[in-house]
């Protein structure tokens, strides 16, 4: 497989705070991004979804941002909830063989009540 | 969302025996299917490429002939762990894309657990 996931790095919030959680992506052909949120024995879910003419796409309560430049995303939570607690990985999806969904090492968040 | 079903969501099998897992698009066709694994604390781990009426595409690594994928029709596809091991044991996830949609969202199932025991 391509994707990097040996290691899961956490970040803990309180609740209320805002998260941020970053990932690098690695491949300049990969026009389409997606963060997921995968909770404990589920599928990944849908979050938020950027494409490389963008920089900014906010939704309810969530903001991804997107630099080409250093190949880099990240998900800004806004008022962190207990519920927000999961896994979150960045997802990128290169614009050539087959539209393959290549996920990210995935960072755990814990937050704090 | 489009939805996709997995089947079934945790199966226990005898080292040496197969197991089928099913991947369905409930709601919209799929030319387009794929197989991913996750291990605990790990990421998801794209295992194959999986297209209706074709040959699936194997990632490197991964041995398709003990992973059988068939895409028969345009709302399912099977993963077969064949001769399955304890080190099979993972989490194994399938996703769809509609199709002639190009590069947009793929949509995953729940997953199956996979123990062998």
């Known amino acids: 497989g391509e994707s990097v996931g040996l290691h899961l790095p956490t970040l803990s919030v309180q609740e209320g705070d805002n998260s941020i959680i970053n990932c690098a992506y690695s491949?300049?052909?990969?026009?389409?991004f997606i963060w997921y949120k995968q909770e404990s024995g589920k599928g990944p879910q849908f979050i938020i979804d950027i494409r490389s003419n963008m920089d900014k796409r906010q939704g309810q309560r969530v903001t991804v941002l997107l630099n080409k430049t250093v190949k880099h995303l990240s998900l800004q939570i806004a008022a962190t909830q207990p519920g927000d607690s999961a896994v979150y990985f960045c997802?990128?999806?290169?614009?050539?063989?087959?539209?393959?969904?290549?996920f990210g090492a995935g960072t755990r968040l814990f937050v704090k009540a | 969302g489009a939805v996709v079903s997995q089947h079934p969501s945790r199966v226990i099998c005898k080292s040496g025996t197969s197991v089928k897992i099913e991947c369905r698009s409930l709601?919209?066709?799929?030319?387009?299917m794929f197989w991913y694994r996750q291990f605990p604390k790990q990421s998801l781990m794209l295992m194959a490429t999986?297209?209706?009426?074709?040959?699936?595409?194997?990632e490197q690594g991964v041995e398709k002939d003990k992973f059988l994928i068939n895409h028969a029709s345009l709302t399912l596809s099977t993963l077969t762990v064949t001769s399955a091991h304890p080190e099979d044991s993972s989490f194994y996830i399938c996703?769809?894309?509609?199709?002639?949609?190009?590069?947009?969202?793929?949509?995953f199932g729940q997953g199956t657990r996979l123990t062998v025991v």
């Open positions: 996703s769809a894309r509609g199709a002639g949609t190009g590069n947009t969202e793929a949509f």
């Open positions: 999986s297209n209706e009426g074709s040959k699936a595409t194997y």
């Open positions: 709601d919209f066709q799929a030319t387009t």
């Open positions: 997802a990128e999806t290169p614009n050539t063989g087959g539209f393959k969904t290549i």
């Open positions: 491949n300049s052909a990969s026009d389409y």
